[in-house]
């Protein structure tokens, strides 16, 4: 399974709603971090979204990524017919065989039952270009509403990105989701977390660690996973410190620090 980052592994440089560096890190930039750190392979994501580059500025990160030998794999969200449409166009420009969506958009959230003839009518063009849609695990649906979408759309252009820690969100374990969504699963997001009581005892605390620190069980999990899931992805949930910049250092950090840590399991 070969190992990537993603545009949310470097959240705090790309720009979080209220808290932008003076610059911006950009799909140029985040591909030279991903040389720097030491992959291969890098998912765009919404938070960095393409559909909104023009096309030559899209031509040229492609052209970029080759020069690199970084492969790109594209990721959206807001799970319309139009804006699959056009990602699936775009996931095409790039070569990219892994299409990561997310259901939600900003004021559009569908229910499962929504979407499965959305993304059935796409499957002949997912078929035609070599691309498989990776249906991302977020808080709001649970694992038995995303086995009734891909069972429903009954495709192998159509799978699950498994988020490890995604699911938690609405009460949903770690082991509950994987064992459940693993026999699925095209692409892998790997995301480290710590779970620690408060110190009143009322309630937990989740949040962010490098790989090593927290408690995902990151063998057995590996260890569910068919070999349909390709490629396996880092993302970060990093707390920020008391400054933008000191906050973009820290994921920095935390990435090249996780990336060592995953080359033991991943090919590069």
């Known amino acids: 399974m070969r190992l990537g980052i993603s545009s949310y592994t470097l959240t705090w440089a790309i720009g979080v709603k209220g808290y932008c560096p003076k610059k911006r890190l950009d799909e140029i930039g985040l591909l030279d971090a991903a040389k720097r750190i030491g992959v291969r392979l890098l998912q765009i994501a919404d938070n960095l ?3 909104e580059m023009p096309e030559g500025q ?3 990160l492609f052209e970029k990524s080759k020069e690199l030998g970084i492969a790109i794999e594209v990721g959206a969200n807001n799970m319309t017919a139009e804006n699959l449409e056009t990602y699936i166009k775009i996931a095409d420009q790039v070569k990219s065989g892994i299409l990561r969506f997310a259901f939600d958009g900003e004021n559009y959230k569908p229910t499962a039952e929504e ?5 059935k009518n796409a499957v002949p063009e997912l078929k035609s270009k070599g691309i498989t849609l990776a249906l991302e695990n977020h808080d709001r649906l649970t694992a ?5 979408i891909i069972e429903s759309v009954g495709s192998p252009e159509v799978g699950i990105c498994l988020d490890c820690a995604n699911s938690l969100g609405n009460g949903e374990g770690l082991r509950e989701v994987v064992a459940q969504l693993a026999p699925y699963t095209v692409n892998f997001h790997l995301k480290e ?4 009581r408060k110190y009143h005892k009322m309630g937990f605390d989740i949040e962010g660690k490098p790989f090593g620190e927290g ?4 063998e057995w999990m590996l260890g569910q996973l068919p070999p349909t899931c390709k490629t396996a992805i880092l993302e970060q949930w990093t707390p920020p410190e008391d400054t933008i910049q000191e906050s973009i250092e ?8 996780s990336i060592n840590y995953l080359k033991n399991y991943f090919e590069i």
């Open 49 to 51: 979204p393409l559909h």
């Open 58 to 60: 899209i031509l040229k």
């Open 115 to 119: 979407v499965i003839p959305v993304i």
């Open 144 to 148: 038995p509403d995303f086995i009734k």
């Open 193 to 196: 977390v710590s779970i620690k």
């Open 215 to 218: 408690v995902l069980p990151l």
């Open 250 to 257: 820290k994921e920095y950090h935390w990435a090249c620090k």
